[in-house]
């Protein structure tokens, strides 16, 4: 379950200043507790979640970490018991039948006791298990193994809260010494990706847990990895085909030969029938990329491109003129005429 945005719990911009956060507390926390809605667990739920948002956004140095680290961030256990943020929340969090609070005045007699109930005593508050934020990323895979599929490896550099400081940068009257006041370290990690096979230019690929911590035992984030396939110099894909070209020799097209193809998967032998055209495709199936969806494997498609040589001799002029007399009519009968 998404955790929702202490801001947007306090339906509070980013940049709001702290009188403002106040002002959005007071007026929610009036509307929610639990004095003055017994009995309901929307109200309940929502009141804890808008305490919770309070307690890290009034706090300069807990709003800072959240604002960078949401709510994976160092803010792990802010005290207290009691709070599940399984059941926090929820969409929404307003009572079933649209909103019971609306119609609810305060005598000003109540509110002395209510804020001193609020914002005395109760220390610490919500705690609990976290999940971490997703984190994203990129990586360049090589035609064939996105094609094959394999294995890449990634370095993530991720900030993490400094645990020497508690993220405040400070030790004591002195700047903290492992990150340098910066509240934050830098991380390097490297994550070993499996590629799977058929994989496509921009696709992403989801590894489970490997985003941003967890707080508070709760479960990591997901990191998503967008897949850049790089060109290859040969191969083309074009959906599950993949396309090349194969040179020939003008034998070879005229008289037809058995020549090697490469394909991704490896060299194939093939025909080339008598009489092939220059720019003439064929088909060898199966050889293409297998799609990891249906499980239905493309084709390879090669086009044929007819050599001339370029050493030009009276015999091969002979022997070309001795072809010339073989065509069946004008090779450009086709074209359109009075361009
Ligand atoms: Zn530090």
Not at 102 to 119: C, P, T, Y
Not at 162 to 187: I, N, Q
Not at 254 to 270: D, F, K, L, W
Not at 312 to 330: H, I, P, R
């Amino acid at each position: 379950m998404a955790k929702r945005d202490y801001y947007e719990v306090l339906g509070v911009a980013r940049g709001a200043s702290e009188a403002d956060i106040k002002k959005a507390y007071r007026r929610l926390a009036r509307k929610l507790h639990p004095d003055v809605n017994p009995g309901d667990k929307a109200a309940q739920k929502r009141f804890q979640e808008v305490q919770e948002a309070y307690e890290v956004l009034q706090d300069g140095e807990k709003r800072r970490a959240y604002d960078r680290f949401g709510h994976a961030g160092p803010g792990a256990g802010f005290g207290g018991a009691g709070f599940d943020p399984r059941s926090a929340g929820g969409p929404g969090g307003t009572g079933p039948g649209g909103s019971p609070f609306e119609s609810f005045h305060f005598e000003a007699g109540d509110l002395g006791d209510l804020f001193g109930n609020l914002f005395g005593g109760r220390r610490g508050g919500p705690s609990g298990p976290r999940a971490g934020e997703d984190v994203r990323a990129q990586i360049e895979v090589s035609f064939r193994d996105a094609v094959l599929g394999g294995t890449a490896s990634l370095a993530l550099r991720r900030e993490r809260a400094c645990a020497t400081c508690g993220a405040t940068g400070r030790s004591g009257k002195a700047t903290c010494p492992t990150c340098r006041g910066d509240g934050v370290v830098a991380e390097s990690e490297r994550v070993r990706v499996r590629i799977p096979e058929g994989t496509e230019d921009g696709g992403a690929i989801r590894l489970q847990g490997k985003g941003a911590p967890g707080a508070g035992g709760g479960p990591a984030g997901d990191l998503y990895v967008t897949v850049r396939v790089t060109a290859h110099p040969y191969f083309e894909r074009r959906g599950n085909d993949i396309h090349g070209i194969v040179p020939v020799t003008v034998k070879e097209a005229y008289a037809g030969a058995e020549i090697a193809v490469p394909t991704i998967h490896g060299s194939v032998r093939a025909k080339v029938p008598p009489g092939t055209q220059g720019r003439q495709k064929f088909r060898l199936r199966g050889q293409g990329v297998k799609d990891p969806r249906t499980g239905h494997t493309g084709d390879h498609i090669y086009t044929v491109r007819v050599m001339v040589p370029k050493t030009v001799t009276s015999a091969g002029a002979d022997a070309a003129t001795l072809l010339d007399s073989l065509y069946e009519g004008d090779v450009r009968a086709d074209l359109p005429k009075g361009l």
